[in-house]
Every structure is written in C-alpha cells, then in structure tokens.
C-alpha cells in the first residue's frame, strides 16, 4: 500500500510546537465518515449479488397450465430475448421453466441451491476469520469481491450457454459461498478498528442498513431483466462486486495507524468509550491559546474497576477467562499487541456461545425470507416474478429501521440481549398474523412486509455488528484487537448454519404448505430467544453503569 499523507500537522508559535488540535480532529472526523461510507458499499454489494438467486426462482420455474405437462416447443425470434438465443429448445427444456427447475420437484431443487450456497458459507467463515486476522484486510477482502463477482456472473453465463446441468448450478453456488466469506470478518473488523464503543449501537445499526440497502438494490437489479434475460440478472451484479472489489483495493484504510506519522499518538482504540478521538480543552498560556490533546482516563485493569456492564453480565467475577495458551503470537512479532486469538480462546469468551447459538436461529428466519419470500408473493399474491421481487424489497426497508432501532434502545438501556429478546418475543406472533393476513389482498402484505422486516431484521443485525464487536474487544482480552476477526467469524459463522437450514427446510416444508413454514419460523424465534434468557436475566438482575462509564 503506498505510504499515506502525514495527518499531524504541528504548527511552531513563538518558537514552540503546538500539540495536534481541531486540525486533527477535523481530519479524523473525514476519515471515519470516509470508512463507514466505504465498507458499507463494500458489504452492500456482497448482499446485491446474494438476492438474484431468490428474483430468479419464479422464472426459472414457472406455473404449468393444470393438468398438462409441457411440451417442448420452437423457441422463435419473439422469445428469444425470454428463452435465450434463438433455438430449438432441447428435450428437458419446457413452458414450466429453466431445466432442470421445471419439474414438480421444483421446490427441493431451488433449496438445494440455497443449502449448496449457505453451507458453504457457514463451514468456510469459521476458516474465514482465523485467516482474516493473518492477513492485511485490504488485500483479502479484495480477492473475496473479485472472486465472488466473477462466480456470481458464471450462474448466469449458465443461461447464454444453454446450461442445465444441476451440478453447474450448485457447485457455482459452494464456491461463491467460500469466497463471500471474506466479507463479513474485514469490514466488521476494519469499521471496529475506527470506530469505539460509545454508540456502537447506533453507529452500527445504521451501518448495518447495507444489508437491507444491498438486498433492495440487487432485487431491483434482478428485476429488471428476470422476465426477460436472467442471465443478466446475475452478470450485472457480479460486475458491481467486481468493481467495487478494486475500489476496495485502492482506497481502504484498515486502521487508523496507517495514517498516523508519529508513533506516539494514540490510535482509537487505545483511548476509551468516545467515538471522537480526542476531548480538547483551551489553555490560555502567555497570552498564546494552545490546544491540548487530553487522553480519556481508562480504567486500570489491576486497579480500577472492569465496565459494570461487562462485569455482570459476561464475567460474573470480572476476571479474564483466557488461558494464555490460547493467544497465538503471530510470526515476526515479539510482542503481545499484535497477538491473534485462537479458536477455543475466543470460545471462552462470556457470552460468545449464546450469542451465537441465538443468531443461528435468528439468521435462519431472515435467510428464509430472503431466499423465499418473493416466491411466496408470487404464490399468494398471484404476482409475476418482477412485481414479486419489487414488494419483497419492503422487508429490506423495515430491517433498515429495525436495526437502527435496536441499536439505539441498546444504547439507551445499555442491555445487548434484553433488546434483541423483547424484540424476538414480538416478532414471533407477528409471524403468525404475516401469514394470515398476507392472504387479504396487496395491502396487508404491504403493511406485515414492514413490521415483520423491523422485528426479524433487528435482532440478527445487533448481534453481527454491535454484540460481535464487544465480544471481541472484551476486558479478558486485554486490548488485543486481533481477537475481533474471530470472534466475529465465530458469531457469523453459527448463524449462517441456521441461514443454511432455514431455506432448505423452507423447500421441503412448503409443498405441504405455507402455513407450516411459518410454524417453523416461529419456532426458530422462540429457540433463539431461549439461548438469551441467561443473558437476559443478568443484565435484568444488573445495576445500570454509573454515570461517565459507556456500556460495550
């Protein structure tokens, strides 16, 4: 990475250099707001090329006339542009879909492409984050983008190639599942090393809003060109990822240091709670106004007290957890900082364990929704394809609110869990009253598509952003912001195996119908709030911190 612009600049009055001051600060502020505009149009491009595959469905399957099986047919100049290339369609391609899809076993298929997709995703971000933390972030999240843009656009060459070979499909799938997990762990972690603990959760919510941000723009995307090439539909967003891959590797800062000219300025995360990096005072001194740079106090970890918070609610005893057997010192460094967690040390982390068993089930109802809701519309609603992946975006927007909104009351309450657990208890039976309304016309489903978005989305986004960095800027570390990688791989990786599950039990359920799938995403609910309720109770059971101390 060429050498960046020194930030600092000192200024000499009357012969004496003044220390860094709004000058600094100002510059600080550019930068942060640069990163966070940066990793979410990173992450938000990850997402925009997962939602195609979910547009596509109600293409690559389309309802038959009742009772009779397709027949293949000349596939003329005025269809060319729906069937591909003008041909005649081969012996499995049919009225009923894209073959292999066109079968009555339509449903498994397309799970079976989900699954293929998200297991390989859930297995390779608990490799994902370990490797993350070896290498620079800049250079690793640019190869996941390249790699994944280029497997996204390959499902879709698979319709100008006159593909149908279910084997093609899935493994394109496994494999830009693999690589999409070099995403979520470095821009988590990058945004981390910038941004501190005060706010997190408002900080974080808002930045979370890639995600909705990403599904919308990639259903929007895949819309347009479903009902009429859909091949393109996964190109074009492969090229985005692509694109913004080498805008990745030209622009990311992944710390603060990197910019910093001299070494004795603290970087963010050796000052405390404040998202600012400095607090300044006006001294006036021989008539000259100098700004000094005040360090925020920080709590001894021998002496002073651990943040209540934290202290009763991940370490009852507040002492560290980790045997120093499981810090791996990384080759060429002789000393701690730069020390990378193992697997099994951030394991030991309070709260790592529940946090993650509860997004597995809370990952796996969103990821239903996204790998299925707009089929669901089609069914109920009678929509095609396009108008389906168009309404399906309103739960995007109701997640972008519900992640904010969890982010602020945590911040508020300064209650992690207690949040994402009310919020869970809700969203349970506005499942139940999603699947009978939606039946009542376009309205309704209007209306459950926004508040089952906020209720669903809010919980899953706390946890992956604001819950996974505190976990792995824990006191037990002491400082060690290595652990911050794993520990979010750790979180993430948990979930997606609930995101893998989700759409593939949505497959086989849904034949029987689609009120079952809805029991089985209520029950998800209730077991992801069960894996909180020891959590809940000590931060219920826990004196709010005294004034002046952030919570994590």
């Given amino acids: 990475m060429p050498r960046l612009p020194c930030l600092v600049h000192w200024k000499k009055v009357s012969g004496e250099e003044l220390e860094p001051g709004w000058e600094l600060e100002m510059a600080l502020r550019r930068y942060r707001a640069f990163i966070f505009l940066l990793t979410f149009l990173l992450y938000a491009s990850f997402h925009l090329s997962r939602k195609p595959i979910s547009i596509v469905k109600g293409e690559l399957h389309k309802q038959c006339a009742a009772g009779v099986e397709a027949e293949p047919r000349f596939n003329g100049p005025s269809s060319s542009t729906r069937h591909g290339p ?14 292999p899809f066109d079968k009555n076993n339509y449903q498994q298929l397309l799970g079976a492409l989900d699954y293929s997709f998200l297991c390989a995703y859930a297995i390779g971000m608990y490799l994902s984050g370990i490797i993350g933390e070896r290498l620079p972030i800049r250079y690793y999240l640019t190869f996941g983008m390249l790699a994944s843009g280029a497997f996204t656009a390959l499902f879709g060459l698979g319709y100008f190639y006159n593909i149908h070979s279910l084997g093609f499909y899935v493994v394109t799938q496994i494999i830009n599942g693999l690589v999409q997990t070099t995403g979520w762990p470095s821009v988590v972690t990058c945004l981390s090393n910038w941004f501190g603990k005060g706010r997190r959760g408002l900080i974080m919510g808002i930045w979370n809003s890639h995600t909705s941000v990403g599904n919308i723009l990639g259903s929007l995307i895949a819309g347009y060109w479903v009902s009429t090439c859909w091949g393109l539909s996964f190109i074009v967003p492969g090229a985005i990822v692509a694109a913004m891959g080498i805008v990745c590797f030209l622009f990311l800062i992944e710390h603060p240091k990197d910019i910093k000219c001299s070494s004795t300025l603290p970087t963010y995360n050796e000052l ?19 700004f000094r740079l005040q360090k925020q106090s920080a709590h001894s970890e021998k002496n002073g007290p651990l943040d209540p918070e934290l202290q009763c609610l991940l370490l009852s005893d507040g002492k560290s957890s980790l045997h120093p057997s499981h810090i791996v010192v990384l080759p060429g460094d002789s000393s701690g900082s730069m020390a990378a967690i193992s697997f099994t040390g951030a394991l030991r982390i309070p709260g790592v364990i529940e ?36 309404l399906s975006t309103l739960f995007d927007v109701g997640g972008i609110f519900g992640g904010i ?17 009310l919020m869970l208890l809700l969203a349970a039976p506005t499942l139940y009253v999603f699947s009978s309304v939606s039946k009542m016309g376009l309205e309704a489903t209007i209306a459950m598509l926004l508040l089952s978005g906020a209720l669903v989305s809010g919980p899953y986004a706390l946890i992956t952003t604001a819950v996974s960095a505190d976990l792995g800027t824990h006191n037990s ?43 089985m995403l209520m029950f998800a609910d209730a077991c992801a709030l069960l894996f909180l309720i020891r959590l809940i109770h000590k931060e219920l059971s826990c004196p709010r911190p005294t004034a002046g101390i952030q919570a994590p």
């Fill in 86 to 99: 003008t041909h005649w369609l081969l012996n499995n391609e049919t009225d009923c879909g894209w073959a």
């Fill in 272 to 290: 405390s709670d404040e998202v600012l990096f400095f607090q300044h005072s006006r001294v006036s001194e021989n008539g000259i106004n100098r």
């Fill in 405 to 421: 909104l969890a982010g602020v009351i945590s911040d508020r309450l300064e209650k992690r869990a207690s949040t994402c657990g």
């Fill in 477 to 519: 570390l002491k400082g060690n912001s290595h652990a911050l990688s794993t520990v979010t791989a750790i979180i993430d990786g948990t979930g997606s195996v609930g995101a893998a599950l989700g759409p593939l039990l949505a497959g086989l359920i849904s034949p029987s119908g689609w009120s079952n799938v809805f029991y």
């Fill in 355 to 390: 946090f993650s068993l509860c997004l597995l089930f809370a990952k796996l109802v969103s990821y239903t929704f996204l790998f299925w809701l707009p089929l669901y519309i089609t069914n109920v609603d009678h929509l095609d394809a396009k108008k389906a992946g168009e």
